[in-house]
């Protein structure tokens, strides 16, 4: 059923919330033939790698554990970026790096969730969910809807969140919770939907899988992780003596590690001693990952890795209003005409919440995150030795397409 044409003249507001996570089992490979996506991965991609690690600046500017979902985060924004125009339209695109135009990238986009969805491999479960949430008798544009289900596989479920926005929370948890495999739980707090809330856009992404090569339970064992106040905490160490793709760059060292089958990896960056987390980062580009990428090479590495696990909670709205989408944030100013024709400048974000979760240990990682936003209404030599006892930066990539799923730093590893 469709939201009703007009109604609701007060003001009101939106909300996006993202989910992510990540996980790693034993399972079986087989080789599928390569998928052909109709539409280039690349606009969406590249955005999504540039927009991640511009926020990731924005995210490590303290020494703790950070992890999240740049593909969460991007599209979900996304979505919500497809209803804006004007001034609101042009902060979101640059925040979001599009450089394609909204056609070509809405339907870049799409490609890169199937292309995700047909390139991961047997071995490899990968789960990405979109769902609109609007106000029952609210009107939501037709061409919105239409967008949201070509392009987004965002389908739409009307709550009552004027009534009964408690209920309508539980409502919405419950679905991030089954979409994350009850890994993201309690993503939307108490009193984030208010009864003028109209919309509420979701993203969640779950990943599980297990190391192309797993560690040795037998050789893990406890030892020193030195943070970068000087406090040593001892942690379960794994350990591996075999090949790895890995460079040198300056004195820092890159490390990948391939889920079974390869379709993804998990890059590894240790700052060379005496550099912090926070300056090491401003390294990371995307021309300059590319052409660290290029200076890999595989060689026996021996290799030790905390076990470990991190949880992560984010209210975005200041961090990406620093960006540059102030005006997105702002009732009276936002324009969301494409969502509301009516309701255009009375429809502002009110939220972004996200929340991600990882955890890695000898037989693979599992990760997830979640992203929500809510519209309210105004109103071989020698082996190399590369021991990860010090805080360091991950990422967790889809090789093929050269998309950054999660990425963050471990500060204090959480066994």
């Given amino acids: 059923m469709e939201p009703s044409v007009r109604s609701f003249t007060k003001s009101f507001a939106f909300c996006l919330f993202l989910i992510g996570c990540m996980s790693f089992a034993l399972v079986g490979c087989v080789k599928n033939a390569p998928f052909v996506p109709k539409y280039p991965v690349n606009p969406a991609s590249d955005s999504n790698n540039e927009f991640g690690l511009a926020l990731f600046q924005q995210l490590n500017n303290a020494p703790k554990n950070v992890f999240f979902s ?74 919105f809807q239409s967008k949201m289900t070509k392009f987004y596989n965002a389908p739409l479920r009307l709550l009552d969140f004027a009534k009964q926005a408690e209920s309508a929370r539980h409502t919405i948890n419950a679905w991030v919770e089954s979409q994350t495999q009850n890994k993201i739980k309690e993503l939307l707090k108490p009193n984030v ?15 599980k899988g297990n190391w192309e090569n797993k560690f040795d339970k037998s050789n893990t064992s406890t030892k020193p992780f030195t943070m970068e106040n000087g406090e040593k905490q001892n942690v379960p160490m794994m350990f591996a003596n075999r090949k790895f793709r890995t460079a040198d760059i300056d004195g820092h060292r890159l490390v990948s590690l391939p889920y079974k089958g390869k379709a993804f990896d998990m890059l590894l960056f240790l700052p060379k ?62 324009d969301f005409g494409g969502i509301n024709k009516k309701d255009a400048k009375q429809l502002y974000i ?15 990682s599992e990760a997830a995150a ?17 021991t990860f006892n010090r805080p360091f930066l991950l990422m967790i ?18 066994p």
């Fill in 273 to 334: 001693k005496g550099v912090k987390l926070a300056d090491a980062s401003k390294l990371l580009h995307a021309k300059q990952l590319a052409a660290w990428e290029q200076k890999m090479y595989k060689t026996k590495v021996q290799l030790s890795l905390p076990r470990f696990k991190m949880t992560s909670a984010f209210s975005m709205g200041k961090v990406l209003s620093d960006m540059g989408m102030s005006i997105a944030f702002k009732a009276g100013q936002a």
């Fill in 370 to 386: 979640a992203t929500a936003v809510v519209m309210t209404k105004s109103a071989a030599s020698l082996p190399t030795v590369v």
């Fill in 70 to 143: 740049p593909y969460s985060l991007s599209v979900a924004l996304s979505m919500t970026a497809a209803g804006a125009r004007g001034e609101t339209a042009e902060a979101m695109k640059k925040v979001l790096r599009q450089v394609a135009k909204d056609k070509d990238y809405n339907a870049s986009i799409h490609s890169m969730r199937e292309y995700l969805r047909h390139n991961k491999g047997s071995a490899i479960r990968l789960d990405v969910a979109n769902r609109l949430w609007a106000q029952k008798g609210y009107t939501i544009e037709t061409s």
């Fill in 397 to 414: 990539r889809h090789v093929r397409s050269n998309t950054i799923l999660f990425m963050g730093q471990l500060h204090k590893p959480q």
């Fill in 193 to 207: 939907l208010q009864n003028a809330t109209k919309l509420v856009l979701t993203n969640a992404i779950y990943f």
């Fill in 350 to 364: 009110s939220a972004v919440v996200h929340k991600a979760f990882l955890e890695v240990n000898e037989e693979g």
